[in-house]
Each structure stands twice: as structure tokens, then as C-alpha cells.
């Protein structure tokens, strides 16, 4: 059997299911970022627009829509190649809650819900982050006495 980064490549359905799952997200993630950034201009002043009938002010509004893209395609290629992939998981989690309130003050409730719909997807990966399979780092940890050490 071979091996590669601790995986051999016969893998469980956990394993298999997390890996497809990461990927999924990653490249989505990746991909938003990516195809944003060329007009990245546009992409922030038609978020700042957006936002003009809301509560917020939009000298906090603009610097988040150009750091969206930015934001979007760098955790999209951490979670694709499995770099920290927990933190970047977690990383992903705070940028879906942080989209979750804009898209809340603005009363766009279907956006909330397709949001949503990320943060479940995020969350599933999180909670079954010990199938991670081909990553790139991970910290590795032991379990002794009952608490979860690095080793």
C-alpha cells in the first residue's frame, strides 16, 4: 500500500467524504475570489452600494467588499490544499458570520439563507476534521489522560 503525507490511498467513506468536502469548498471559495479580483473596483463599489440604505456606515463597508475577494481566495486555497486546515476552516467560519450580518442588515434574507447553507457546510468540516486526508500541514496531536495535546 502506498502512502503519502500519514494516507495510504485506500481510504474510509469518512475519509473520502471529507476530503470531496474540502475540496468542494475550496475550490468555490477559491473560484469567488479568483474571478472577483480583476474587477475588484466594481466588485467593492457595488457592494458599498448595497449597503447605503443600511445602518452601516460605509467607511467600514468599503475596505471589507475589497477584502472579500482577497479573503475568498486565499482560504479557498488553504482549505483546497489542506494548509491548517482546521484554522482555515475556523478562518472560514468567522468570514461566513461576518457575511452573514452584512447580508442581515441589509435585509437580504435569501442571502442570509444561502450564507447559512455555507456555515452548515463549514461546520460539518470542523466537526470531522479528524478524517482529513492529503493536506499539506496539520498539527499533529495526541491524546493523553483524556486532553488533546500537539506532539
Known sequence: MIKLCNLSLKMSNQQLAFLLARITLGIN?????????PKLN????GVTQGFQETMLPL??????????????L???LAILLGIWTR?????????IIIL???SAFQENW?????????ALFIFFLIKNEEFNVWYLTKISKKNIHGFTTKK
Request: proline share 4%.
Open 74 to 76: 486565499l482560504l479557498g
Open 29 to 37: 471559495l477559491f473560484i469567488h475570489g479568483l474571478v472577483r479580483i
Open 110 to 118: 435569501s442571502g442570509v439563507s444561502t450564507q447559512m447553507l455555507y
Open 59 to 72: 467607511f467600514l463597508v468599503k475596505p471589507l467588499a475589497y477584502a472579500i475577494p482577497v479573503v475568498e
Open 100 to 102: 452573514i450580518s452584512g
Open 87 to 95: 484554522k482555515s476552516l475556523v478562518a472560514s467560519a468567522i468570514f
Open 42 to 45: 466594481a466588485f467593492a463599489e
